[in-house]
């Protein structure tokens, strides 16, 4: 294997970097849908709980 050259490195970390600062998007976006889910979907959730 090679090493990576330093341009390739920091190009990965700024990258890296850019996903960490953004990822938060899509969290949110899954954390809704699985709310959602969950709300819509009570009467199922209390109905196996017996």
Known sequence: MQDQSPEN???F???????QQESWQLE???SGFALFG???DR???T????
């Open 43 to 45: 009467t199922l959730i």
């Open 28 to 30: 949110l976006l899954i």
């Open 13 to 19: 970390k700024q990258w890296l970097e850019k996903l």
């Open 9 to 11: 490195k920091n190009i």
């Open 47 to 50: 109905y196996l709980e017996f």
């Open 38 to 40: 969950i709300y819509s």
